[in-house]
């Protein structure tokens, strides 16, 4: 049973910092396709950064140049860096997983089908 359980969301005031972890089990993240999604109030979901089986990473341009995604294969766990935090990064942070050997991965939801509950992040100005 695949199960993604994400760690590392807090509160934190604008232009910091928080690094987001996904531990996998059930799965050989090295084959997968895997992501970070966030969902804020009122919104639908949106990608925020995908890593392929081959270390090719995606950004939303909203992210791009604050975030850094990453993985550690060895230890089944993907990480979300996430620097100079903006109070419009507030949502809950969701992992996601697909097999895939994908040279890059999708940043559409629907893409993925195993999920995290999810983790709070909020940043306040």
């Known amino acids: 049973q695949v199960q993604l359980v994400e760690s590392g969301g807090g509160s934190v005031q604008a232009g910091g910092s928080l690094r987001l972890s996904c531990a996998a089990s059930g799965l050989t993240s090295s084959s997968h396709c895997m992501g970070w999604f966030r969902q804020a109030p009122g919104k639908e979901r949106e990608g925020v950064s995908t890593i392929s089986s081959y270390g090719v990473t995606r950004y939303a341009d909203s992210v791009a140049g604050r975030f850094t995604i990453s993985r550690d294969n060895a230890k089944n766990t993907l990480y979300l860096q996430m620097n100079s935090l903006k109070p419009e990064d507030t949502a809950i942070y969701y992992c996601?997983?697909?097999?895939?050997?994908?040279?890059?991965?999708?940043?559409?939801?629907?893409?993925?089908?195993?999920w995290g509950q999810g983790t709070q992040v909020t940043v306040s100005s």
């Open positions: 996601a997983a697909r097999p895939s050997l994908n040279l890059r991965c999708d940043l559409n939801e629907g893409f993925y089908n195993y």
